[in-house]
């Protein structure tokens, strides 16, 4: 019965001290903490991936079914029956470069939202920075995000596409639709562990901004003058962003992807500051 | 005494009465708003946890006693810091790990080998820290055979098991436990008492709820006493639960009146010992249990069932009384038994009332522990409940030959 003997403490080291207060006014930066507990986030994004494909019996495709069938149909009915322009590119290219971001945008808010209910009771039992669920949630959604990658590049090999110098700033592109889903997700996440009916509006949300955003259209539709206003919505920023860096047409859609950084960064501090004042109470009320 | 590993001033958890396990429906906000002016602004709070001052120095095992309710598991959770307090401070200098439920992190989709490393990632491991003592952590659970089957196909027991094998392999420097070493059957739980005894001697700090008296005899030098949240007593684990078990003994009488039914049970004990316990070194022969109750109503034909069970939910005896006719006041039912056969252990008593309409049920607390000096530690599952005397004979062929005849 006796196992391999413990360690001993040494007990003159004491590097750290934990104090316990009252929460205070203001919220604490979870940064340091999160970077303390980085193994439980990858341990988390493990297991949600890992429980996602084992209860689905196809598993990974239906990353690529959704917005492959999506595409089909923004093809068909906006494309080649109510001709929307599409800045010189093929129809499929042209809305599967911005479902792209936006399946990415939808599965991380879905699966953001739920997250604090589904780990009640981890929440109650054991200490964790609590942000690491909703963290683990947007970064999990980005497997989805890389399967429905590939058949994008499947795309443009069979355009015969040739990626321009635009591809370099992608990875801007990618950060910024993270940061909008991480942002936008925290809000979500903290409102529903208080309100559950937010669960129900979610998908009414997504539908909602999905039409306010240039996924069927593009945003040259929007007059000039008035297209950095445009880049409020986030997402607008982030699927010309998209467009225009992995398909290298049209002009770089810079005032208005600046718009979008601006509102992102507002939105992720609001939402962690709104998340890290509902993480003191959450344990009492979920 | 070495320097305090956790020191704690003033702590107190307020919860609002009502608001604690439940969340809101928008709904419910949008009416309170629009009622709000027409109602007075009364909040009604609870202290689940007030003025708990103290101080664990490295390495000591201190128990936490109670009731239910008395504020045990909130100042845990405190601790742990899964709620935050509402007033006081903590202090605690190492790496805490909590265990205020076995399989805290399970996942039932997964197999056993995944949720080792989810669970053991949930409580505060490292994964090389898990990668190192995995084969520990197996052979301790006793489930290696199914280590790729999905946790979901696994008997309760197993799961149990499992968990706290992952459970026993943390090393934190504080660790604080909730009652969690009440499931499973006798023998693992005294494993698990050996692995939290293995421990304590390597410098480690532990706090640790029990209902069980014996357990914290056995485990703690120290004992806190909590009642309704706020600090009962603190010292010596002898001393505090011998006088913890001796206010167990006395029924509260207003607290019998105020519960609902018409006849209700107080506590129970041994008239010879007046506890709830038996030394069998100090203890054999006739005894008589007693129970007390408090009946509100005229009871014309009321039947009475007690039953002893095992601390594994086995009946081992029952006994039916009925006809009995019951005035309102204070009552007491006394059982005497020859003897009680039964080995070291945990059992406990049932109650079971039929009033003439319906039945009343009373798990009786706290649990009859049967303990004995001499061999406390080498009881197994294979030894059994009953303790009878036998007297066995070796005969050899000739004997029996003979008997034969």
């Known amino acids: ?100 971001p936006w399946m990415y945008f939808a599965t991380s808010l879905q699966n953001a939202t739920n997250t604090i209910v589904e780990n009640q009771r981890v929440i109650t039992k054991v200490y964790f920075p609590r942000i690491a669920l909703p963290l683990a949630a947007v970064f999990g959604s980005l497997v989805d995000f890389g399967i429905s990658f590939l058949m994008f590049i499947a795309l443009v090999l069979y355009y015969g596409i040739r990626p321009a110098s635009s591809i370099f700033l992608f990875p801007v592109f990618l950060l910024l639709a993270l940061g909008t889903s991480l942002g936008v997700g925290l809000w979500l996440s903290a409102l529903n562990a208080i309100y559950r009916d937010v669960r129900y509006v979610v998908p009414f949300l997504v539908q909602f901004w999905m039409f306010a955003s240039p996924v069927a259209y593009p945003s040259s539709l929007v007059p000039e003058k008035w ?60 | 005494m070495s320097t305090p590993v956790i020191r704690v001033e003033n702590l107190g958890k307020r919860y609002r009465v009502g608001q604690r396990e439940r969340y809101f429906a928008l709904r419910d906000v949008i009416s309170r708003v629009f009622t709000a002016p027409f109602r007075r602004q009364k909040r009604d709070y609870l202290w689940a946890l007030s003025d708990v001052s103290f101080d664990v120095s490295q390495g000591s095992v201190v128990g936490l006693i109670g009731r239910n309710g008395s504020g045990k598991t909130t100042l845990l959770k405190l601790l742990s810091r899964i709620t935050r307090p509402t007033a006081g401070f903590a202090e605690i200098h190492g790496r805490v790990g909590s265990l ?69 392999h943390l090393e934190p420097e504080i660790l604080l436990v909730d009652e969690v ?37 056995r485990l703690c030098k120290r004992a806190i006493w909590l009642d309704g949240g706020s600090m009962q007593q603190d010292g010596s684990a002898k001393e505090i639960v011998n006088a913890y078990e001796a206010k167990a003994l006395k029924t509260n009488r207003e607290e019998l009146e105020r519960m609902p039914g018409s006849i209700t049970f107080g506590s129970w004990y041994i008239r010879e010992s007046r506890s709830n316990r038996l030394d069998l070194e100090t203890q054999s022969g006739r005894l008589t249990v007693r129970f007390e109750a408090f009946a509100k109503q005229d009871i014309r034909k009321g039947m009475l069932v007690i039953i002893l069970r095992s601390s594994e939910n086995v009946v081992l005896w029952s006994g039916m009384y009925a006809d009995l006719q019951i005035r309102p006041g204070p009552w007491k039912f006394d059982l005497a038994f020859e003897s009680l056969p039964l080995n070291p252990g945990i059992y406990s008593w049932e109650t079971r009332f039929y009033d003439g309409h319906a039945w009343l049920e009373h798990l009786q607390s706290p649990e009859l522990s049967i303990v004995s000096e001499t061999d406390a530690d080498i009881f197994s599952y294979l030894k059994g409940s009953l303790n009878l005397a036998v007297d066995f004979d070796l005969l050899d062929q000739t004997d029996c030959e003979v008997e034969r005849l």
């Not at chain 1, 104090?19 to 493990?46: D, Q």
């Not at chain 1, 297991?47 to 923004?74: E, S």
């Not at chain 2, 005294?190 to 001697?201: A, N, Q």
């Open chain 1, 227 to 286: 297209r950095w206003l445009y880049g409020i919505n986030p997402m607008a920023g982030v699927i010309e962003g998209f467009r225009w860096s992995l398909v290298g047409r049209g002009d770089p859609p810079g005032r208005m992807v600046f718009v979008s950084a601006v509102v992102v960064v507002l939105i992720l501090a609001g939402g962690i500051a709104f998340f890290q004042r509902m993480e003191t109470t959450v344990a009492d009320v979920v």
């Open chain 2, 100 to 168: 205020l439920e076995v399989g805290t992190g399970f996942h039932p989709e997964l197999t056993g080998r995944e949720n080792i490393y989810l669970s053991g990632a949930v409580l505060g491991m490292k994964k090389s820290e898990i990668n190192r003592r995995f084969d520990e952590i197996v052979a301790f659970s006793e489930v290696e055979r199914f280590l790729d089957t999905a946790l979901k196909h696994f008997s309760t027991g197993m799961q149990m098991r499992l968990a706290f094998a992952v459970a026993a």
């Open chain 2, 181 to 217: 070493l009440a499931v499973g059957d006798l023998d693992f739980q005294k494993k698990c008492l050996g692995k939290m005894k293995e421990v304590s001697s390597s410098g480690r700090t532990i706090l640790f709820v029990s209902h069980q008296m014996n357990q914290i005899r």
């Open chain 1, 1 to 100: 019965m006796s196992t391999g003997a413990l360690p001993e403490i040494n007990s003159t080291s004491k590097p750290f001290v934990l104090r316990i207060t009252p929460p205070s006014g203001w919220c604490e930066a979870p940064f340091k903490e999160l970077w303390a507990y980085r193994e439980l986030l990858y341990f988390i994004v493990w297991r949600d991936i890992k429980i996602r494909y084992k209860q689905t019996a196809i598993g990974a495709a239906w990353a690529i079914i959704q917005p492959f069938l999506t595409m089909l149909v923004f093809t068909l009915f906006f494309g080649k029956l109510a001709h929307v322009p599409s800045e010189g590119m093929p129809y499929p290219i042209f809305y599967y470069s911005a479902l792209l």
